[in-house]
């Protein structure tokens, strides 16, 4: 006779897939990922769990939209919501107990998706425990590698570098390709579109708290600039609605005889093509840097959050460079211009260094960009097919279905 533990955890045919996402970017990929599921099972998956606008629309009201509460960062974000977190987390389980998915999907989002699959595993969970968009925890927890192998019964990741790493400590890993790429190659201007010189593109984050820390200093940027140079106009895309009103009320604040005709708030879905037609951007450290080197755009990278979260994470970090494209380069391709570095006027020397190419600085950049992009498509990727659907491809074999 079964144990109460083991009749808890035992799986319904393999049909019932539960996601976890609680980041916009998480939602994002988690939307690729359910759809390519459907487009090669769409009779044999149910789809649960908890994620964005993006993912509900796909699965429908068995999964849960929360990222707007979820998506904190830092330390003192996530201390000053921990009650919250802590039941949402004991809701997790429960509904996994109850629903007995043949597969949890993990998508990113480190600090409660390691702490869910230890508790599960802890509690007798049977099914396959896959994570999608792996945790970067090859740069601030390297000892967490051993235990994710015990964890985890797939990695699929989508930095090239990663794969290696994680099959080391004998994690099975597939690189499936980075999701962004076929996403910002259908953004793609027409062929002959050219930048617009006198346009600086101010990229402050998604976030709320990062917008708040960011953008005021993108702000002065752009004063210390147009002081010299008056003939410059700048432009700062919005994530979301919200972010339009926190961004324009910000401007209000610090520079208010501005209008956008000296900074445009511009609406959500803008960033992209942003990207294509300013000259220089500022780009908060992120995805945003991945997209940047994919157009082509010269930048330099700039981050700021509360001084404790800075100061954990320094402590923690185990990489030279906290920009993404910086990491798979090497090397400094785009300067980092990080928390006291981040001064206005050290910004604006490095925006005038790229405008007017002193020393090849612009030249050499897009040279290193391309070559990041190439490393990100990845030589034996089929290249009929997108990083959603190479990963779906994966999860559905290991499940067999």
Known sequence: MASLREDRFRLNPPTTLYFLAGELSGDTHGAALLHAL???????????????????????????????????????????????????????????????????????????????????????????????????????????????????????????????????????????????????????????????????????????REVR?????????????????????????????????????????????????????????????????AAVGLVASGTATVEAAFFGLPLAIVYRVASLTWWVGRAVVRVPFLGMINLLAGKEIAREFLQANAQPVALAAEVKRLLDDTDNARTKQAAELRAVVQILSGDDLPRTSTAAANAADVILAALRV
């Open 38 to 208: 459907r487009e090669s099972a769409p009779e044999k998956l149910v789809f649960a769990g908890r994620g964005g606008a993006q993912m509900r629309a796909i699965a429908g009201d068995l999964l849960e939209n929360w990222t707007d509460q979820a998506a904190v960062v830092g330390l003192w974000e996530v201390l000053k919501n921990y009650g919250w977190f802590r039941a949402q987390f004991r809701r997790v389980l429960d509904e996994i107990f109850s629903q007995k998915p043949a597969a949890v999907v993990l998508i990113d989002y480190p600090g409660f998706n390691l702490r869910l699959a230890k508790a599960l595993r802890r509690a007798g969970y049977r099914g396959k425990l896959i994570y999608y968009i792996s945790p970067q925890v090859w740069a601030w927890h390297r000892g967490r590698i051993p235990l994710m192998a015990r964890l985890l019964d797939l990695m699929i990741c989508i930095f090239p570098f990663e794969k290696t790493l994680y099959e080391k400590s004998g994690l099975r890993t597939i690189f499936a390709g980075h999701p962004l790429l076929e996403q910002l190659e259908a953004e793609r201007l027409p062929a002959g579109s050219v930048r617009e010189a006198d346009l600086i593109g101010l990229f402050p984050g998604s976030r709320g």
């Open 213 to 277: 820390k960011i953008f005021p200093v993108l702000l002065e940027t752009a004063r210390v600039l147009r002081r010299e140079r008056p003939h410059l106009r700048f432009a700062t895309p919005a994530a979301t609605p919200e972010r339009v009103e926190e961004l324009r009320a910000i401007r209000a604040s610090l520079a208010p005889a501005w209008t956008d005709a000296e900074c445009a708030i511009l609406p959500p879905g803008a960033s992209r093509r942003l990207m294509q037609t």
